[in-house]
């Protein structure tokens, strides 16, 4: 009877955990959005894809050469596919270019900072590659930094068979990885009680509460102030941030990628640059790390240089 009673307790206990500690946002810390901001004036028609489940997935495409390879651009939390507007026009003499703003963020998401289940990311990706893909043609995810997570939980799951290549700018791999500083520098602050509460339930079959926000950013006031704040996504639910990023077990999704580039910023705010080389090596991942010198988490994205590396990486696959 002891043990039933405990074991009967354990779901209010951890229902209280889950709900006991407020989301708060970040004191301080954030990113200097201002080069991202200049970028956004291309202005790329955004159009939209059903998923199957009849969701209207926002994305930007532009139309590469004949024959060129097909890239999927996935941006970085709590922003959308915009990012990527001065990249995509420096690649689109190479490649079909599409930019999907992810469920949950954007101009104007069902439920923003939300989604369904865990793992919708993926097949949301999915749906839109094999929508936009012409028989025979080669398929590479490209993400920076959230967006470079999930491009390698999505080689570590059930589509990884749909991609043949990997551009990770920046990525954030896991919260413990010896590449990720502390709140992301700055950038996130996490309801850690509320995480275990929720990760522990999720383990025995319990998701009603998964829609909880557990993670906020520090979104600067000129975003949010100025013309696209209305677009910017400020706190994750549980399993949007799950889906996010790669499994707890990240080094065994890292050693699923496909031959990959990676590039990120000698001075990122974010994570640590020096770390990813031996990182990937450990988890015998095959591909390059380059390390730009002078650049931040987010010049990273649009530099001249960036651009030149994955020219280079697609002429090489």
Avoid at 59 to 74: C, D, I, Q, S, T
Avoid at 161 to 177: E, K, R, T
Avoid at 221 to 235: E, F, N, Q, Y
């Amino acid at each position: 009877m002891k043990m039933l009673a405990i074991g009967l307790a354990i779901p209010f206990i951890l229902l209280v955990i889950a709900l006991a500690w407020p989301l708060r946002a970040p004191n301080a810390g954030g990113m200097d959005f201002t080069a991202q901001l200049a970028q956004q004036n291309i202005a790329i028609p955004l159009q939209s894809l059903s998923m199957r489940d009849g969701y209207p997935l926002p994305f930007r495409a532009l139309n590469g050469p004949k024959g060129a390879p097909l890239m999927v651009m996935v941006h970085g939390s709590g922003w959308h596919g915009m990012q990527f507007e001065g990249l995509a026009a420096a690649l689109a003499p190479f490649a079909d270019i599409v930019i999907p703003d992810l469920r949950g963020h954007g101009l104007g998401p069902q439920r923003r900072g939300d989604v369904d289940y865990i793992g919708q990311l993926e097949d949301d990706l999915a749906d839109l590659i094999r929508a936009r893909a012409r028989p025979g043609q080669k398929v590479l995810l490209l993400g920076h930094s959230s967006g470079g997570g999930l491009v390698v939980r999505f080689a570590g799951g059930a589509h990884r068979a749909l991609i043949g290549g990997a551009v990770l700018l920046a990525p954030f791999l896991h919260h413990s990885a010896p590449t990720t500083r502390v709140s992301a520098g700055g950038w996130a602050r996490v309801n850690l009680p509320r995480i275990i509460g929720l990760s522990i339930l999720n383990r025995v079959g319990i998701t009603a509460l998964n829609g909880l926000k557990i993670v906020s950013f520090a979104m600067p006031d000129p975003v949010l102030k100025g013309p696209l704040g209305h677009t910017a996504t400020t706190a994750y639910s549980y399993r949007l941030n799950t889906s996010f990023a790669p499994r707890d077990d990240y080094r065994t999704d890292l050693a699923a990628l496909p031959p990959y580039l990676l590039v990120v910023g000698s001075h990122d705010e974010s994570f640590v640059a020096e770390a990813y080389a031996p990182l990937l090596d450990s988890a015998r991942a095959k591909g390059k790390v380059h390390v730009l010198q002078g650049l931040t988490h987010l010049e990273v994205v649009n530099h001249a240089q960036t651009a030149e590396l994955i020219v280079q990486y697609l002429g090489q696959i």
